[in-house]
T-cell receptor, first 114, second 113 residues
Framework: QKEVEQDPGPLSVPEGAIVSLNCTYS??????FMWYRQYSRKGPELLMY????GNKEDGRFTAQVDKSSKYISLFIRDSQPSDSATYLC??????????????FGTGTRLTIIP | ETGVTQSPTHLIKTRGQQVTLRCSSQ?????VSWYQQALGQGPQFIFQ???????GRGNFPPRFSGLQFPNYSSELNVNALELDDSALYLC????????????FGPGTRLLVL
């Protein structure tokens, strides 16, 4: 079983819709949670970074973390065609020096249809 | 733009060959990590360097090695290339060793034939 599970999609929604992206994880040591956006032929770009359970909002993006269920979500409101990309969840454990590696999900490919 | 550059952008090698990929980080970024991203997968952690010393490694064999230089550049070397090494190789840098944002480069796409 992978440490981080993410539905690979693809997911297609009409412009203006609310998008929900999700990841589950099995490692209780994960304390830091991130969402990255990756456009085709580009490196991942950090969208959201959260530490504690609860919600964090940044513009049209809301990240939600539920540590008790080992479940994280990213919501995109008023989706735009420019949001079409692959979305990767990533996690990091509180750990000793030298082990701040990110463990990624497989990524969900999202297409916003104009 | 993240200020992290990688070269070359694309590379084709044959099985058994050796390859060197390069990364140039932002000035002041003392930590660099390398990731391998196979097609349709998320990035997998290869290793991390801090001030020219390797200080973290993922589940990759010793034929994957690296170097970090004082001028904020770094290299990933892969010996005895295998077909499964075909992937996008990403480097990511950050100022220190804490939880700051990691800035990813655009990657080098390696194809092994």
């Amino acid at each position: 079983q992978k440490e981080v599970e993410q539905d690979p999609g693809p997911l297609s929604v009409p412009e203006g819709a609310i998008v929900s992206l999700n990841c589950t994880y099995s490692n209780s040591a994960f304390q830091y949670f991130m969402w990255y956006r990756q456009y085709s032929r580009k490196g991942p770009e950090l969208l959201m970074y959260t530490y504690s359970s609860g919600n964090k909002e940044d513009g049209r993006f809301t990240a939600q973390v539920d540590k008790s269920s080992k479940y994280i979500s990213l919501f995109i409101r008023d989706s735009q065609p420019s949001d079409s990309a692959t979305y990767l969840c990533a996690m990091s454990a509180t750990s000793n020096f030298g082990n701040e590696k990110l463990t990624f999900g497989t990524g969900t490919r999202l297409t916003i249809i104009p | 733009e993240t200020g992290v550059t990688q070269s070359p952008t694309h590379l084709i090698k044959t099985r058994g060959q050796q390859v060197t990929l390069r990364c140039s980080s932002q000035s002041g970024h003392n930590t660099v990590s390398w990731y391998q991203q196979a097609l349709g997968q998320g990035p997998q952690f290869i290793f991390q360097y801090y001030r020219e010393e390797e200080n973290g490694r993922g589940n990759f064999p010793p034929r994957f090695s690296g170097l970090q230089f004082p001028n904020y550049s770094s290299e990933l070397n892969v010996n005895a290339l295998e077909l499964d090494d075909s992937a996008l190789y990403l480097c990511a840098s950050r100022p220190g060793q804490g939880r700051e944002t990691q800035y990813f480069g655009p990657g080098t796409r390696l194809l092994v034939l």
